[in-house]
Nanobody, 123 residues
Framework: QVRLVESGGGSVQAGGSLKLSCAAS??????????MAWFRRHPEKEREAVAE???????TYADSVQGRFSISRDNGKNTLYLQMNSLKPEDTGMYYC???????????????WGRGTQVTVSS
């Protein structure tokens, strides 16, 4: 199992910024081959995919964060990032990174998950 460790969460006021990191280790394949993503879960909502960066670099964002969040990766450091700007109270939640090697024809199958880092945005 790949080990994923998130960091960078915290409490900010609306309009502020945070940058999350996700360090990967115990890899069973080269990091550059993994498709990586950030998910979040608010206590009162279902888990939501926030941003995804495929192994070849294609990026997708949830409509709710488009234009405010930016996902990136450093394959030399086995690290995934999420730059979050113009934060809103509704961005509050636990943020998880996840890794996938397999595609089922419609979605990437996220096999490995971190334990999450909490983001709290106050109004």
């Amino acid at each position: 199992q790949v080990r994923l460790v998130e960091s960078g969460g915290g409490s900010v006021q609306a309009g502020g910024s945070l940058k999350l990191s996700c360090a990967a280790s115990a890899l069973d394949a080269p990091y550059k081959l993994f498709t990586m993503a950030w998910f979040r879960r608010h206590p009162e909502k279902e888990r939501e995919a926030v941003a995804e960066i495929e192994y070849e670099g294609e990026i997708t964002y949830a409509d709710s964060v488009q234009g405010r969040f930016s996902i990136s990766r450093d394959n030399g450091k086995n690290t995934l990032y999420l730059q979050m700007n113009s934060l809103k109270p509704e961005d509050t939640g636990m943020y998880y990174c996840a890794a996938a090697l397999q595609w089922d024809g419609n979605h990437w199958l996220y096999r490995d998950w971190g334990r999450g880092t909490q983001v709290t945005v106050s109004s």
